[in-house]
């Protein structure tokens, strides 16, 4: 029985949350007053939450007993060091500066190393990490593959750095004008894809040999070690901990939101071997953050997140997270929905411009699907497409991205099969009155990072026609 396609769920429930679904008329009602923005949907207007994985996360038993042993100092926290000393065993860098989440870590880093008119390179944007590159007076370079803005092409390492790309950037702007490269693991916007162990090494070794930090956004480092685990030659018989480890032996240091694969509900850091940025990141984190020592976090979150951090390695637990992802995307793909592939670590990524065909991008198709499939169903997804990538600093016009999804993101031990046997009815039976659904257009856009709380209006009279 161990070889089971999928294993159940490889925990007990000890502790229950009741979920209800509004009837279609206030489900109606509940995204039409949010502005057809899923964002701005209340939490206890949603049947099924996929919005995120960051901070959704299913505490364990070990993990709510940590609770109990916060130390609450303003200084010197017991459970700061406690932190410390897990992040420098499994991910080996020798400074940690706890943050409140993960882009309270991009603000330093970037504030820190970049100056106007550098450059930052990185395999596929990230709305918050580019926001801050760019705030500091940054260009965000994309070094990622071609094949990872393909949705339908299969590769199992689609997150990886094309060598040539990076070089190329190197000799066009010169070594002195890129203070590090932003390499993500696994790459969220390109659907959770991976990168592979041999594709870090070389990177590693291209960047050092300029100068060039390597800074990874580490969000996802447990699934990008999985895949590595299961798709690498001469990684089979390795651990999760060892893969992680090695991983980053490559690079020099790291953003890290807690709230992904540290399994905690708030935190981050940022870690660092350079000495002389680590004083200079703990001067900044007094001024925006907190004391070095919690970083803007209670003890006991410090508590939770090293405890998270021992947990996300047991393959047990990481197996099973990437398996309900995949059981999401057979589902979806055998009633041919059309998705990007293969499936990620995190998310299933639907492509909304197949999916809504008779819209134009400009009609924004992904923020359509997204706001379709909340009155539909009750669940609640997310636009990853032209609304998330934002406008041009300098022109003022519009990114328009090759990927146009909508990102089912499953949290961590939160749901079970059987709430994503309703997810995939709910697509595959939306996916059949495709027709129906309308174009948006904006009411209101925000400055920046327009997606979290600009707000929409529908092309037609209604989102769903005759629904």
Request: proline share 4%.
């Amino acid at each position: 029985m161990e070889n089971k396609k999928f294993m159940p769920e490889p925990f007990r429930i000890k502790m229950v949350e009741y979920m209800s679904i509004l009837d279609k008329e206030s489900r109606k009602e509940a995204i039409k007053k949010a502005g057809y923005n899923t964002f701005l949907v209340r939490s206890d207007e949603c049947y099924i939450d996929l919005l995120t994985d960051s901070g959704t996360n299913a505490m364990s038993d070990r993990q709510w007993a940590g609770l109990m042993l916060g130390d609450e100092a303003y200084a010197g926290s017991r459970n700061f060091y406690h932190l410390e000393q897990v992040v420098r065993e499994y991910f080996g860098f020798k400074y940690i500066v706890p943050t409140h989440q993960g882009r309270g870590a991009e603000n330093i880093l970037s504030s820190l190393l970049i100056k106007p008119g550098d450059y930052v390179p990185g395999n596929m944007y990230f709305t918050t990490t580019r926001f801050h590159q760019e705030r500091n007076g940054a260009t965000f370079r994309d070094i990622i593959i071609d094949e990872a803005h393909d949705p339908s092409i299969d590769l199992p390492f689609k997150g990886n750095v094309d060598l040539n790309k990076l070089q190329a950037l190197i000799d066009e702007v010169g070594a002195e004008r890129i203070p590090y490269i932003c390499l993500a693991v696994t790459v969220n916007l390109a659907g959770g894809q991976p990168v592979s162990m041999a594709n870090i090494r070389a990177v590693s070794e291209l960047a050092h040999k300029h100068g060039i930090k390597v800074m990874y956004d580490a969000t996802r480092c447990v699934e990008n070690a999985y895949f590595i685990k299961e798709r690498e030659e001469g990684y089979q018989d390795k651990t999760i901990k060892e893969i992680v480890h090695e991983m980053f032996s490559y690079g020099d240091g790291c953003t890290m939101s807690g709230k992904k694969d540290c399994l905690t509900n708030i935190g981050g850091f940022l870690c660092m071997n350079d000495h002389d940025l680590y004083v200079r990141a703990t001067g900044m984190v007094v001024q925006f953050e907190g004391m070095p020592s919690y970083g803007g976090l209670a003890g006991r979150d410090m508590e939770a997140m090293a405890i998270g951090i021992t947990e996300s390695v047991q393959y047990e637990y990481i197996s099973h997270r990437v398996n309900q992802i995949r059981y999401l995307g057979e589902k979806l793909e055998a009633a041919g929905v059309p998705m990007v592939k293969p499936y990620g670590g995190h998310a299933i990524f639907i492509d909304a411009r197949a999916f809504l065909d008779h819209l134009t991008q400009d009609e924004f198709p992904a923020q359509a699907l997204s706001a379709a499939l909340y009155e539909f169903s009750g669940v609640r997804t997310m636009e990853r497409g032209i609304i998330s990538a934002g406008r041009d600093v300098v022109t003022g016009k519009n990114h328009y991205p090759k990927l146009e999804t909508i990102r089912l993101t499953i949290p961590r031990r939160v749901y079970t099969y059987a709430h994503l046997d309703f997810v995939a009815d709910a697509v595959i039976e939306l996916y059949k009155r495709r027709r129906d659904i309308s174009g948006l257009k904006w009411k209101y856009e925000p400055k920046v990072l327009r997606f979290f709380t600009g707000t929409f209006e529908t092309i037609n009279p209604e989102l769903i026609k005759g629904f």
